[in-house]
C-alpha cells in the first residue's frame, strides 16, 4: 500500500523545524550533512541513527568519510517525503 506524500504546506513546516536539513531530489528527498571531531565520533553517530532506523522501520540513505556523515531521507513507497522522513528527521535531531 502506498505511503502518502507530504504536501507541500507539510513540507515547508518541515524545513522550517529543521532547517539544516534542505531539500534534495527535486524536491523528493531531503538531506543533511554533519561534521564531526574524528572517525569515531562520525561512526558513532552513525550507529545511534542506525538503531533509530530500525526501530522506526524506516532507514536513510547515508554516506561517510572519516569525521563527515551525509544523510538523505526519502520514502521510496510514496516517491517523495512522507511522515516517515518527518519523524526520522526529528529522532535524529534529538541525537546531537
Do not use: Q
Request: aromatic letters at 10%; one cysteine or more; glycine letters at 4%.
Amino acid at each position: 500500500m502506498p505511503v502518502p506524500k507530504l504536501t507541500d504546506v507539510e513540507r515547508d513546516a518541515l524545513l522550517a523545524a529543521y532547517p539544516d536539513w534542505t531539500l534534495a531530489r527535486e524536491g523528493r528527498a531531503i538531506e543533511r550533512k554533519f561534521k564531526f571531531a574524528d572517525f569515531s565520533e562520525a561512526w558513532g553517530f552513525m550507529c545511534r541513527v542506525a538503531l533509530l532506523a530500525e526501530a522506526h522501520d524506516h532507514h536513510p540513505e547515508w554516506f561517510n568519510v572519516y569525521n563527515r556523515v551525509e544523510i538523505t531521507l526519502t520514502t521510496h513507497d510514496a516517491d517523495g517525503l512522507s511522515e516517515r522522513d518527518a519523524v526520522m528527521a526529528a529522532a535524529i535531531e534529538r541525537l546531537l
